[in-house]
């Protein structure tokens, strides 16, 4: 291909990631008129709801939190393709975050009878980094984990924190990743052979969390071995300025 056509190609493309930012930014404020609405109506500031009408307005609150879910990963997408991911790193609170996280993925893996296993310090530190995209992934790969290991399995989560860097393993005895996948996948969404037609997902997830990680300093991988199981592994320099809560 000509020099000039690659450029051309490499612009539209730029230009479509552009658009999609736009997109999704733009659904955001009908999607937080919708919140706002279900929220006054369930509040009963606009009347009392019969039972019906409450289960009614409580699934339409459900799926309106998972489009705005899925407009904000399509933002981060765009973002991530066009180099601008806007990391906002601030004193976090690692107790919290994981405390937050483990409540969600304890409710998740009882529901599954998968046993949850966690081998972590008893006090993590207050560190710099953005709390979002932080959350976000150590949440993911804990859910994807749950989400592919079958009735019976276990999932482990090991976190460290020595010489600054947060060092966190999680562990299934799960599907696993065929061999012919692994390599893409990192990949924008890419979901493997083995889960596509039989789990729920859309292949956003380990897409952004690499473009996080790597945007915050880190790193993040995985070894797999398909029908044994997978381990993914991130790596996160601890940055302690302006916090002192080093421990
Ligand atoms: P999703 O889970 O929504 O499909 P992700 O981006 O989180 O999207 O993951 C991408 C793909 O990686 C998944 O579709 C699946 O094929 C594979 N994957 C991720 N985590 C695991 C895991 N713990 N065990 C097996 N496969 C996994």
């Avoid at 009408?53 to 407009?71: G, H, K, R």
């Avoid at 493997?192 to 037609?197: E, L, M, P």
Wanted: overall charge neutral.
């Amino acid at each position: 291909m000509w020099q000039s056509q690659v450029t051309l190609l490499a612009e539209i493309d730029r230009q479509k990631d552009e658009l999609l930012g736009i997109i999704a930014h733009q659904l955001f404020t009908p999607i937080t008129a919708v919140k706002w609405s279900t929220e006054n109506l369930l509040s009963g500031d606009t009347g009392k709801l019969t039972k019906s009408q409450q289960n009614e307005v409580e699934s339409i609150q459900n799926v309106t939190a998972q489009l705005a879910d899925l407009v904000a990963m399509i933002l981060d997408v765009s973002r991530i393709q066009l180099g601008r991911i806007p990391l906002n790193n601030v004193p976090l609170d690692l107790n919290v975050m994981m405390k937050e996280i483990l409540e969600i993925i304890t409710i998740k893996a009882k529901e599954k009878n998968v046993k949850l296993v966690t081998h972590m310090p008893n006090t993590l530190p207050t560190v710099l980094l953005d709390k979002r995209y932080t959350h976000m992934t150590i949440e993911n790969l804990l859910s994807n984990a749950v989400k592919y290991t079958p009735a019976g399995g276990a999932v482990t989560l090991t976190m460290t924190t020595a010489n600054d860097i947060l060092r966190c393993s999680v562990k299934d005895t799960g599907c696993g990743i065929p061999k012919a996948d692994q390599e893409k996948i990192f990949g924008k969404l890419f979901r493997a052979s083995n889960v596509r037609n039989t789990v729920d997902g859309n292949g956003f997830g380990l897409y952004v969390a690499k473009g996080a990680i790597e945007a915050e300093g880190g790193k993040i991988w995985f070894e797999s071995e398909e029908n044994k199981g997978s381990t993914f592994f991130v790596e996160l320099p601890l940055n302690y300025q302006q916090t002192d809560q080093k421990k």
